[in-house]
């Protein structure tokens, strides 16, 4: 019997097709999910991979004895024969004091005021915690800053209790934004740092690790289970 032309036009219709598995949008929704989620953690264990060679321990890329970098006149500064991670740290403290804004939207050509957030009381607390803190310590804190770096490339790279190594990533980068963020000598960019920690943020709530990555095989082991040992594998994965 053939079928009626009503019923073969609604045979025909794309939303019909759509409903057979092979047409099935949830499939590739959840593939590109997933594709996304995988590049975001590959490409954040690799954008810290690019910065552990320059402050490699023990030395930490310091040079002149630990020297680190000194004030000079209009906010410029002079090198004191620093490097690595002196230098870096050193320019943080050097910027605290002087006014920045970072998030500026300038709006005043449409007639709307300039908006921007003040971060320099935070600057100047951060520079308190370096110069009474890690600065004599740098023998001790150079290598809690290297590794926190090295554990995000390790957790992210292999998706390894990314949510540790997010959040780690989460306060590494924004220290940075708060140290560097519009430094006008060298220019810090904020959006570099901003960036890191907006996704950085994604990636602790996507659970990045269950996608092709060590997590996704705790979490099958740990399921079902009780006790705090389950209970911090579910956190942290």
Known sequence: MRPSPARAERSDHPLTALST?????ASWERRLRTLTVIIGRLGLAYLFFTQLFWKLPPTFGCTNDFAFPVPAAQNYWEGNGSGGLCFWLGMESIYADQPRQVLVADMRPAGLPRIGITITPLARLNALL??????????????????????????????????????????????????????PRPYEWEWSYGTMVLLAVVLLGAGAGRHFGVDAALRR???GRSGPVARLVQLLT
């Not at 598995?21 to 949008?25: E, G, H, K, L, R």
């Open 21 to 25: 598995p092979s047409a099935d949008p």
């Open 130 to 183: 370096i110069d009474n803190v890690i600065r004599p310590g740098i023998a001790v804190f150079g290598w809690l800053i290297w590794l926190a770096e090295f554990w995000i490339v390790l957790s992210m790279a292999l998706g390894f209790l990314t949510r540790l190594g997010a959040l780690v990533a989460i306060g590494v980068s924004l220290q940075l934004y708060v140290g560097l963020a519009n430094i």
């Open 221 to 223: 082991r740990f399921s």
